[in-house]
């Protein structure tokens, strides 16, 4: 055994631990375990799982997985026969000597070239791991070379893109993404072009940057053809290390506090196909029969914890793997005719030219199909039109009884879907705009003008800042009444604009804190909608399963989504039933409404969740911390 398989068995035997009760409690499996403690990598599939697992298995045990991970890449380059390569350094001499010189003035340190150079592109083919983030480097002309040639009838439509611009910007303390991306439809296929503006709100001088880069958990998927750094004005390419799903880039000025940097990427992404059938991960990111999925699509900044760094992710089957700081977003996606897109924020559309403008938004994601229909709701007046129903000698209502109050002002709902899905497109944004109502009453504003619902083929709901993708399979089961699961799914669909959206949360060691949140959203959606289809919400959504355990898991714990939503889904909503049992209706309308208020734009924790319950309640909590929780919660 090696110092890696060392390190791990130690850990686990510090913590008094035998490999079954690990295989039980972290749900994997033991030989697995056992491979990685005795270094026999070959029990894995592929070097991508080796490297999933040996993460998971080290943020189990409460090692570091960057170091493991390390620890790893120096196991393998002694194991291999071939000496493992660094990324190919993209000199200055190599470049310099088959690119024009950039025709940037040298201005502020945050100003970008004025306008886009064409140039020669010349192809460095290096071999890193199984990564294909650091296989192919084109040397660029400048920063954004238009690959016209591989992007078939796409082009760009006239004008300078609104990514490089001679004005200098104001710099915000979110970081800020300018893509102008282009896509060609049939082919499923996408040239991007991506500048980061990103200002250093930490505490902490920073040597690097770390992004994540979902895409590339995938083969063949995402090949990054240029990145830059800009150096007061000049362009420099930075030392980069591809490792998993993230991407290291190695600033050649160290960052102080306050400071900013901005980053120039062009990259290609080749989507994989999306089954019907497909639910989470699987099904964000992709295309199928009718339209194309792109969520978690972008390399994105990795958040940054002051005690522990940047949070690299990697991939898992289970749940959402993606933890993400709000960010200002302003996309421009030309597109084939015809195709319709349906992306996150204000919208402006222009033959086959989309701009999309979204502050402070937790993710920007799109949807597009050939065949969309579209239909359209303002806020408010869906809910007028369907008045409120059976409150007389119900159980009291959460929140107000009115109509009107929370209504948002110049919010439009967007529902687009498939042709023969007319009535289940319909309903969808009947329901969404309702419950947009309903939670801007209950919980704040909604942040963004517009909220888009596409229908896209797979077998769940995923959402994004003002946009959800719903599955096809909803639509197609859709009978017209208010017992159809598309219903319940929209409004659980929607409140994640809350929790989620304004209100971040690591979704990956706390998924409850949305998750349960939204689930027991969607019953207030029927509570107050259609209160004599309460208790069906209840018995079908929630006690047909019979969910049982703790929902404070990890997604990491869970072999399966079937278990994981019975955890911290379900029984995760029969806490929030039970809390606001606790407290009491006035009290817990008033605390949800302080910790969205409180939290927005944030990522906040359990503890967060539990310290302000305080500020409201003096009931005994104990009785919840241990039925549903496995730490202590409850302050
Ligand atoms: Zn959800």
């Given at each position: 055994?090696?110092?890696?398989?060392?390190?791990?068995?130690?850990?686990?035997?510090?913590?008094?631990?035998?490999?079954?009760?690990?295989?039980?409690?972290?749900?994997?499996?033991?030989?697995?375990?056992?491979?990685?403690?005795?270094?026999?990598?070959?029990?894995?599939?592929?070097?991508?799982?080796?490297?999933?697992?040996?993460?998971?298995?080290?943020?189990?045990?409460?090692?570091?997985?960057?170091?493991?991970?390390?620890?790893?890449?120096?196991?393998?380059?002694?194991?291999?026969?071939?000496?493992?390569?660094?990324?190919?350094?993209?000199?200055?001499?190599?470049?310099?000597?088959?690119?024009?010189?950039?025709?940037?003035?040298?201005?502020?340190?945050?100003?970008?070239?004025?306008?886009?150079?064409?140039?020669?592109?010349?192809?460095?083919?290096?071999?890193?791991?199984?990564?294909?983030?650091?296989?192919?480097?084109?040397?660029?002309?400048?920063?954004?070379?238009?690959?016209?040639?591989?992007?078939?009838?796409?082009?760009?439509?006239?004008?300078?893109?609104?990514?490089?611009?001679?004005?200098?910007?104001?710099?915000?303390?979110?970081?800020?993404?300018?893509?102008?991306?282009?896509?060609?439809?049939?082919?499923?296929?996408?040239?991007?072009?991506?500048?980061?503006?990103?200002?250093?709100?930490?505490?902490?001088?920073?040597?690097?940057?770390?992004?994540?880069?979902?895409?590339?958990?995938?083969?063949?998927?995402?090949?990054?053809?240029?990145?830059?750094?800009?150096?007061?004005?000049?362009?420099?390419?930075?030392?980069?290390?591809?490792?998993?799903?993230?991407?290291?880039?190695?600033?050649?000025?160290?960052?102080?506090?306050?400071?900013?940097?901005?980053?120039?990427?062009?990259?290609?992404?080749?989507?994989?196909?999306?089954?019907?059938?497909?639910?989470?991960?699987?099904?964000?990111?992709?295309?199928?029969?009718?339209?194309?999925?792109?969520?978690?699509?972008?390399?994105?900044?990795?958040?940054?914890?002051?005690?522990?760094?940047?949070?690299?992710?990697?991939?898992?089957?289970?749940?959402?793997?993606?933890?993400?700081?709000?960010?200002?977003?302003?996309?421009?996606?030309?597109?084939?005719?015809?195709?319709?897109?349906?992306?996150?924020?204000?919208?402006?559309?222009?033959?086959?030219?989309?701009?999309?403008?979204?502050?402070?938004?937790?993710?920007?994601?799109?949807?597009?199909?050939?065949?969309?229909?579209?239909?359209?709701?303002?806020?408010?007046?869906?809910?007028?039109?369907?008045?409120?129903?059976?409150?007389?000698?119900?159980?009291?209502?959460?929140?107000?009884?009115?109509?009107?109050?929370?209504?948002?002002?110049?919010?439009?709902?967007?529902?687009?879907?498939?042709?023969?899905?007319?009535?289940?497109?319909?309903?969808?944004?009947?329901?969404?705009?309702?419950?947009?109502?309903?939670?801007?009453?209950?919980?704040?504003?909604?942040?963004?003008?517009?909220?888009?619902?596409?229908?896209?083929?797979?077998?769940?709901g995923l959402a994004f800042s003002g946009l959800t993708f719903l599955g096809s399979t909803y639509y197609d089961q859709y009978d017209g009444t208010a017992q159809a699961s598309l219903i319940p799914l929209t409004a659980h669909e929607v409140s994640h604009q809350w929790f989620y959206g304004l209100v971040g949360n690591d979704q990956v060691t706390e998924p409850w804190l949305d998750e349960?949140?939204?689930?027991?959203?969607?019953?207030?959606?029927?509570?107050?909608?259609?209160?004599?289809?309460?208790?069906?919400?209840?018995?079908?959504?929630?006690?047909?399963?019979?969910?049982?355990?703790?929902?404070?898991?990890?997604?990491?714990?869970?072999?399966?989504?079937?278990?994981?939503?019975?955890?911290?889904?379900?029984?995760?909503?029969?806490?929030?039933?039970?809390?606001?049992?606790?407290?009491?209706?006035?009290?817990?309308?008033?605390?949800?409404?302080?910790?969205?208020?409180?939290?927005?734009?944030?990522?906040?924790?359990?503890?967060?969740?539990?310290?302000?319950?305080?500020?409201?309640?003096?009931?005994?909590?104990?009785?919840?911390?241990?039925?549903?929780?496995?730490?202590?919660?409850?302050?």
């Amino acid at each position: 055994m090696g110092e890696l398989g060392e390190r791990l068995r130690a850990a686990r035997e510090a913590k008094e631990l035998t490999i079954d009760q690990v295989a039980e409690e972290s749900r994997i499996q033991r030989a697995f375990l056992e491979a990685l403690e005795s270094e026999s990598f070959g029990a894995f599939s592929s070097e991508l799982h080796t490297r999933g697992f040996l993460r998971n298995y080290a943020s189990y045990l409460g090692l570091e997985p960057e170091e493991i991970l390390a620890l790893y890449d120096k196991t393998r380059a002694k194991t291999s026969h071939r000496a493992k390569k660094a990324s190919p350094p993209m000199s200055d001499q190599r470049s310099s000597g088959e690119m024009p010189a950039p025709a940037v003035p040298v201005q502020a340190k945050h100003s970008a070239p004025a306008q886009p150079q064409r140039g020669r592109a010349s192809a460095i083919i290096g071999d890193m791991l199984l990564l294909l983030i650091g296989v192919v480097f084109l040397s660029i002309a400048v920063v954004y070379l238009y690959r016209q040639q591989a992007v078939g009838q796409v082009r760009p439509t006239g004008g300078p893109t609104p990514i490089p611009t001679a004005t200098p910007l104001p710099i915000p303390d979110e970081t800020t993404y300018t893509m102008d991306v282009n896509l060609n439809y049939a082919e499923h296929k996408l040239d991007v072009r991506q500048r980061i503006d990103y200002t250093n709100v930490t505490s902490t001088t920073l040597a690097n940057l770390m992004l994540n880069v979902h895409p590339n958990r995938s083969k063949g998927t995402f090949t990054l053809n240029g990145l830059k750094v800009d150096v007061d004005g000049d362009l420099v390419q930075p030392e980069y290390s591809p490792l998993d799903v993230t991407l290291k880039v190695a600033l050649p000025n160290e960052l102080p506090p306050d400071e900013h940097v901005t980053l120039y990427m062009s990259y290609t992404l080749s989507l994989p196909r999306i089954a019907p059938d497909a639910k989470f991960s699987d099904a964000s990111f992709g295309y199928s029969q009718r339209a194309i999925s792109l969520g978690n699509w972008y390399p994105v900044m990795a958040p940054y914890r002051q005690d522990k760094g940047w949070y690299s992710l990697s991939y898992f089957p289970v749940g959402d793997p993606y933890v993400t700081d709000v960010a200002d977003y302003h996309v421009t996606i030309t597109t084939t005719p015809g195709v319709i897109v349906a992306g996150t924020g204000a919208e402006t559309h222009t033959g086959n030219r989309w701009e999309y403008v979204a502050k402070r938004a937790r993710s920007f994601a799109l949807a597009a199909s050939d065949v969309y229909l579209i239909d359209t709701a303002p806020v408010g007046a869906s809910a007028q039109a369907a008045p409120l129903q059976g409150t007389g000698t119900e159980q009291p209502v959460l929140g107000q009884t009115g109509t009107g109050n929370g209504t948002a002002g110049n919010l439009t709902v967007y529902s687009y879907y498939f042709p023969g899905h007319e009535a289940a497109g319909q309903a969808a944004l009947d329901t969404a705009a309702k419950a947009l109502e309903l939670f801007t009453e209950l919980y704040g504003s909604y942040p963004f003008p517009a909220f888009r619902l596409s229908e896209t083929e797979f077998a769940d709901g995923l959402a994004f800042s003002g946009l959800t993708f719903l599955g096809s399979t909803y639509y197609d089961q859709y009978d017209g009444t208010a017992q159809a699961s598309l219903i319940p799914l929209t409004a659980h669909e929607v409140s994640h604009q809350w929790f989620y959206g304004l209100v971040g949360n690591d979704q990956v060691t706390e998924p409850w804190l949305d998750e349960a949140l939204a689930q027991y959203s969607s019953y207030l959606y029927y509570e107050r909608y259609l209160p004599g289809d309460k208790e069906w919400w209840w018995d079908t959504e929630i006690r047909q399963y019979a969910p049982a355990g703790k929902i404070d898991m990890l997604i990491y714990q869970f072999r399966n989504n079937r278990d994981y939503m019975n955890a911290v889904y379900r029984r995760g909503a029969e806490f929030v039933g039970d809390l606001r049992e606790t407290m009491g209706d006035p009290a817990f309308t008033a605390f949800l409404k302080e910790y969205v208020r409180r939290y927005s734009y944030q990522l906040a924790k359990s503890r967060d969740f539990f310290t302000l319950i305080q500020e409201f309640t003096t009931a005994d909590l104990m009785p919840l911390q241990e039925t549903y929780f496995r730490q202590r919660a409850v302050p």
